[in-house]
């Protein structure tokens, strides 16, 4: 019987069993993308409520445009629904025409609970090993590389440089430490595989003084993040307790994307070596 396969899906169904009546919630979900390949199913955090007429609306963000519920197989502009039972499966995946792969939509639409069922909860144990990991900048310490360097060159050169072993997707933040002995002056500026980022940044303190710096746009593996230091004239500029900081979020697993990125609370490492000149 249907009902004995889909048993779990309605403990967290807004639902009353005894009723028959569903309790939704108006829910909205941005910035979903539809799958560049095939299978081309957006799966939605709850299960749409069935109305006549529709009451989910589908908005084209990238064409600026609404699309149209249909009961067959998509078109371009067009999208299909699973519903929970009678109408449907209850899995609450939404599916789209090739033709319209790769764009952005916003869903919004009355969501009667999670659609738990085994096929979507195998698919993430599962889909852990092809989980799509990400990365936001942070003060979260996930490699250190803490020796001190000392410099007296009046022009920028390399003291710190972290060699980083596979790919990040997102971003993450450098934090280091420098002071001068003189108090006439030292700076720092970060650097990707030899490119500044951002700007210098300097102090005239004999105190440590901790400073940071953003990198957007992911890190591939052979990627160097590196801290030139220069001290003014008469000065010994010092360099410290080089950091790298971020949190880990899941993107998607398999091809479910994630409408909200999931936020990972392990104490995972930063796969990187440290190798100062």
């Keep these: 019987m249907a009902y004995e ?3 779990k899906s309605w403990a967290n ?3 009353n069993p005894f009723t028959k009546t569903e309790n ?18 957006i799966q939605l955090v709850e299960t749409p409520l069935k109305e006549a007429p529709s009451s989910i609306i589908v908005f084209n963000v990238t064409d600026n445009q609404y699309m149209t519920e249909v009961q067959t197989a998509p078109g371009q502009g067009q999208f299909r629904v ?15 025409s090739s033709l319209d792969a790769g764009k952005v939509v916003n869903v919004t639409y009355k969501g009667t609970g999670s659609p738990v069922v085994t096929e979507f909860l195998e698919a ?13 900048a942070s003060g979260n310490v996930k490699n250190s590389n803490d020796t001190e360097k000392t410099t007296t060159s009046t ?3 390399k003291l710190k440089e972290i060699k980083i072993n596979q790919n990040y997707s997102g971003s993450i933040r450098v934090i280091w430490l420098m002071a001068c002995e003189q108090g006439r002056g030292v700076w720092g500026q970060v650097y990707k595989n030899g490119t500044p980022v951002g700007s210098e940044q300097g102090t005239g303190s004999q105190g440590w003084q901790s400073f940071t710096q953003d990198i957007s746009g992911g890190l591939q593996g052979g990627d160097l993040i590196q801290i030139y230091v220069r001290a003014a004239s008469g000065d010994t500029g010092h360099i410290k307790n080089m950091k790298l900081g971020f949190n880990w979020y899941i993107i998607s697993f398999k091809n479910w994307i994630l409408s909200t990125p999931l936020s990972l609370t392990n104490t995972d490492p930063l796969d990187a ?3 100062d000149p």
């Design 124 to 136: 993430v144990l599962e889909g852990f090993d092809n989980a799509v990991l990400g990365t936001v």
């Design 13 to 15: 169904r807004r639902r």
């Design 155 to 157: 022009t920028p050169v």
């Design 24 to 41: 939704p919630l108006l829910k909205q979900e941005t910035g979903l993308i539809i799958p560049t390949s095939s299978p081309y199913l």
């Design 273 to 275: 070596t440290n190798q």
């Design 82 to 96: 699973d519903y929970p039972e009678p109408d449907g499966e209850g899995t609450g995946l939404i599916e789209f």
């Design 5 to 7: 396969r889909f048993y």
